[in-house]
């Protein structure tokens, strides 16, 4: 997991060779603006989803993994809370892996809990799990998905 600023981007194009379009795609747009859904750039290895999603408390928060894809989370409206916990660590599975959806959910409890600010970024790995959404109400956010 990492956690920095948009300001801060290019440190981190050297660790997937998509990393500087997605970065690039994220510190261009108003996305207060655009429209929910997704947005393909190179088919299913690079694609991002603007959504408006129900925000919750950290109890009730579902740590969920991924297989083939590097998440790129940025809160947009508002600050978001994310649990973590190493992968290695999960052991209460919720249901078996997803590998259509590339998504399993556990209910493990998060060790850590971060908060990203707008302007910040949250990447996730796939050995980071993460329980994404935490706090009070909506929130509008970019998720960038990479494939692994």
Request: aromatic fraction near 14%; hydrophobic fraction near 50%.
């Given at each position: 997991m990492i956690i920095d600023n948009l300001k801060n981007a290019e440190a981190y194009y050297n660790l997937h060779p998509l990393f500087k379009e997605a970065f690039e795609y994220?510190?261009?747009g108003d996305f207060i603006k655009a429209e929910?859904?997704?947005?393909?750039?190179?088919g299913e290895?690079?694609?991002a989803i603007i959504s408006d999603s129900d925000m919750k408390a950290s109890t009730d928060a579902k740590i969920e993994v991924h297989n083939k894809y590097i998440d790129i989370q940025i809160p947009v409206s508002k600050p978001e809370t994310y649990g973590w916990k190493s992968r290695t660590e999960l052991n209460e599975e919720k249901?078996?892996?997803d590998n259509y959806k590339d998504i399993q959910f556990f209910e493990d409890k998060a060790t850590t809990e971060?908060?990203?600010?707008?302007g910040n970024f949250v990447i996730f790995f796939p050995q980071d799990g993460h329980a994404p959404c935490i706090g009070e109400g909506k929130i509008r956010k970019v998720v960038v998905k990479i494939r692994y």
């Open positions: 994220l510190k261009s929910n859904g997704k947005i393909e750039f190179k290895d690079l694609f249901d078996v892996f971060i908060t990203a600010i707008p």
